[in-house]
């Protein structure tokens, strides 16, 4: 959300995926971060412009993390497997 005039407001998807909204006063000397009124900072990709887009981040946020968690029992069930296969043998 570069490009602003400020203040200006933006919402947040929270770690807790929470979205809330947020109004910006200023940016750092790189462009790196910018600063709410409270004086949180937050990176510009963490920024959205509306409520749903934040809402949506959200959810692609789930959805790839739903993904590793797929992944991730995949390859548990591969070792469980093969520590199967290999207790079969004695």
């Known amino acids: 959300m570069s490009g602003q005039t400020y203040p ?5 998807l929270t ?31 963490a920024l959205f412009k509306t409520h749903e887009d934040a809402i949506q981040a959200g959810r692609a946020r789930i959805r790839i993390a739903r993904a590793e968690i797929a992944r991730k029992a995949a390859v548990l069930e591969e070792r469980s497997a093969s520590l199967d296969k290999v207790a079969r043998r004695q």
């Not at 200006?8 to 947040?12: E, P």
């Not at 979205?19 to 990709?45: A, F, S």
Request: net charge positive; hydrophobic share 35%.
């Open 8 to 12: 200006y407001t933006a919402w947040v």
């Open 15 to 45: 770690r807790n995926f929470a979205v809330i909204e947020v109004q910006l006063v200023g940016r750092t000397g790189d462009g790196q971060h910018e600063r709410t009124l409270k004086g949180k900072w937050y990176t510009p990709d």
